[in-house]
């Protein structure tokens, strides 16, 4: 993608911290001593991978619904299997290092051809697929853009696929597009509208606009009223409920409006912008890192305060081997 919007690298450049933040909590924490690890913990995940669906179909946009697919395709298939290139070393990598499976061509077949779905990986699966949807639905959804009212209808109608019995999923490859009970996914059917608004968004250039405002606003308080009804129980995410699709809409929008007045910050620019750009490689390399130094087996317990320390470090050693590898 040669195309680069500031905006998009800062939302995407927030995103990456927070994910790695919490990753760290997850994995050397204690959410019952240490409360606001928790939060922090939680509300990274309610939030970052909506965003990242969101940030993706913006930068899509960008990058190719401009253009006629017969420009474009070989890049978006290119960029898929880089994705998917990535699920797998990221797959793999949990499979060794947490789970302490062999790394014998068996196992190796199974993430491989998508029999085995790793944990903390299957995200990266996700975006592969939306990456070649795009590539199969190309024409339909460059239409689909260009009606408002037929978007907005769509968009909508994709919520209630939350309401397909998961428990009937079964096969891994059907339950990675519409969900399933039988493993932990982000299904690509219930998260598609915030893939196409992410395109919208773009597309229409929106900023601050009241509608916007107090739609997300709404769609956040409907949810947020639901969980205190439930006693403060977040709605389920493995399988994604509606309620839980709907809850980070306010949230993303304010970082999209904070992304925009942050990227006139040359500072935060400098910070954030070469996170988001190089964000799958972020994605990859703390995953491994986290990975490694949790399978030593040695105790490692952190504060809120200090997992915040210790992710910075994380993203800084990744950034000093990004400027090497290039050196």
């Known amino acids: 993608m040669s195309q680069r919007d500031v905006k998009a690298d800062i939302f995407k450049g927030l995103l990456v911290v927070g994910m790695i933040f919490a990753h760290v909590l997850q994995f050397f924490g204690d959410m019952n001593l240490y409360p606001a690890s928790k939060i922090i913990s939680d509300y990274a995940n309610i939030i970052t991978f909506t965003g990242f ?8 946009d960008i990058a190719y619904m401009g253009r006629s697919f017969k420009e474009v395709w070989r890049k978006i298939i290119i960029s898929a299997f880089r994705i998917l290139i990535a699920f797998y070393i990221s797959g793999i990598s ?11 061509m068996n196992n190796i077949l199974k993430i491989i051809t998508l029999s085995d779905i790793p944990g903390y990986s299957e995200f990266l699966l996700s975006f592969a697929l939306y990456v070649f949807l ?8 460059k239409m689909l853009l260009h009606n408002k009212m037929v978007f907005w209808i769509v968009f909508f109608t994709l919520f ?53 405002f107090f739609g997300s606003l709404l769609l956040s308080g409907i949810s947020i009223v639901s969980i205190i009804k439930n006693g403060g129980a977040l709605p389920g995410r493995f399988p994604p409920t509606i309620m839980w699709l709907i809850l980070p809409a306010f949230a993303l929008y ?32 703390s995953n491994i ?7 030593t087996n040695i105790i490692i317990l952190v504060s809120t305060l200090q997992g915040l320390l210790y992710s910075v470090l994380l993203m800084l050693m990744i950034r000093y081997l990004i400027r090497f590898s290039r050196a």
Do not use: E, W
Request: net charge positive; proline share 5%; glycine share 6%.
């Open 53 to 60: 669906v969101f940030c993706f179909g913006y930068v899509i």
């Open 134 to 141: 795009v590539a199969l639905l190309f024409k339909p959804i």
């Open 289 to 295: 890192i986290i990975f490694a130094v949790k399978s």
């Open 94 to 104: 949990y499979r060794l290092f947490i789970d302490k499976r062999q790394p014998n």
């Open 160 to 212: 209630l696929t939350t309401f397909i019995p998961y428990d009937k999923i079964k096969i891994n490859q059907l339950g990675l597009l519409i969900g399933t009970t039988k493993f932990y996914a982000f299904p690509v059917l219930q998260y598609m509208p915030f893939f196409i608004l992410g395109m919208y968004f773009h597309k229409y250039k929106i900023g601050f606009n009241i509608r916007f």
């Open 254 to 285: 304010m970082y999209y409006l904070l992304s925009s007045f942050l990227s006139k910050s040359s500072m935060i620019v400098g910070a954030l912008q070469p996170i988001g750009r190089n964000s799958l490689v972020y994605l990859i390399l």
